[in-house]
């Protein structure tokens, strides 16, 4: 990952990693979290709240890109997750993205979908992603919810 991006990461007021598997509500969660306008533990200025949410990057791309909708749509179908690379590579893009126009201490990011398996644990604490300043919700339910 960048040096900026990793710096930036440094810098978020608060990281917010949402995880569990598909469909438990952490997409539901991050739409919540975005109406809040701040959180006034954080200081006197409102802080942002921004959200990545690696499904609807996963769903853009697909929408985008017929090489990796053909690639990638029959594994999740079957509700199989995608490479961890392919999703490091998504956050990485949407991380760069965002780091080049906003200044990370106005903001709490929450990163909606990465955390699900031990490889992206250890490459999120890599890369800063998860660390002192990081907030892990995991939500559950069971197959009948």
């Known amino acids: ?17 949402l995880c569990g598997p598909t469909s438990v509500g952490k997409g539901y969660l991050g739409k919540l ?3 809040c306008h701040y959180f006034e533990k954080w200081g006197k200025k409102p802080l942002n709240i921004v959200v990545i949410a ?11 890109d017929s ?13 199989d997750l995608l ?4 999703v490091y590579s998504l956050l990485e893009a949407a991380l760069e993205k965002l780091a080049s126009h906003t200044n990370p201490q106005e903001i709490i990011l ?16 890599e ?5 002192p300043k990081t907030m892990s919700i995991i939500l559950n339910a069971s197959r009948k919810t």
Request: glycine share 10%.
């Open 33 to 35: 979290l975005m109406v």
């Open 54 to 64: 690696l499904g609807d990057l996963v769903r853009e791309r697909i929408k985008h």
């Open 1 to 17: 990952m960048k040096d900026s991006v990793t710096s930036f990461l440094l810098h978020c007021a608060l990281i917010v990693d």
């Open 67 to 79: 090489v990796f909708a053909r690639e990638y749509c029959p594994l999740l179908a079957r509700g």
């Open 127 to 131: 890369h800063q992603l998860f660390g």
């Open 83 to 86: 490479p961890n690379r392919v």
């Open 110 to 125: 929450v990163i909606d979908g990465l955390g699900r398996n031990g490889k992206q644990i250890r490459w999120g604490k």
